[in-house]
């Protein structure tokens, strides 16, 4: 647990650290103004509790901040994980929620069933609404929420600069499309040697 004085100094720095690990993210992942990123959040763990026995609003409202600063910036969507109270649903506009073809289910967030983050989230945004499930471009998870579920296939795990924010451990993902085809598919563009290879050359032989 941590005492006031050191709760109070990690509490000032918590936007400044999100909107540090936010721009790795984006840099790093590739995301690209229009994709999506989760952000699950503990705000009971970065004060040094147990997950979902201590949420406090005030950290949420750090958290929250450093994402838009991002956010502003780089022009990507953000989804905000509810906790399993409500099967870990996420909050989003509707907007979006509609462009993307997301299904819309009927609860609304609060402390005690969704959880600090997501319920800080919900009230900040135009036309909220909760949705069932997503696969997004990336994520980001302070104080072990479990995003996995709401990544696109295929999940890559990065290292951020920054570990943990507060007393919660930070793990971020970017995600790639699956490879297909076997032996004679490309995954990049044809090198030269390549398109001239021999024609007996099994790796230049059509399909068809």
Not at 107 to 131: F, N, T, W
Request: charge should be negative; glycine fraction near 10%.
């Amino acid at each position: 647990m941590l005492g006031g004085h050191a709760m109070a100094q990690d509490s000032r720095s918590i936007t400044d650290q999100v909107e540090q690990l936010l721009v790795e993210l984006v840099q790093t992942g590739g995301v690209r103004p229009g994709h999506v990123i989760v952000v699950g959040a503990s705000t009971s763990e970065v004060q040094g509790h147990r997950i979902g026995s201590s949420g406090a609003e005030s950290v949420a409202e750090q958290i929250y901040d450093g994402v838009q600063r991002v956010r502003n910036r780089f022009g990507f969507h953000v989804v905000w994980q509810c906790c399993e109270h409500l099967n870990r649903a996420l909050v989003t506009e509707r907007g979006i929620a509609e462009a993307q073809g997301w299904v819309e289910v009927s609860a609304i967030p609060v402390p005690k069933a969704g959880g600090s983050m997501a319920a800080h989230a919900y009230r900040q945004l135009d036309e909220p609404c909760l949705v069932e499930a997503v696969q997004v471009h990336a994520g980001i998870d302070i104080g072990e929420t479990l995003i996995g579920m709401h990544l696109r296939p295929v999940a890559i795990p990065l290292r951020p600069a920054i570990r943990s924010i507060g007393q919660a451990r930070v793990n971020m993902a970017t995600t790639r499309p699956r490879l297909i085809g076997g032996a004679r598919a490309v995954y990049s563009t044809v090198r030269e040697d390549q398109a001239n290879a021999s024609p007996n050359d099994s790796s230049t032989t059509t399909c068809e």
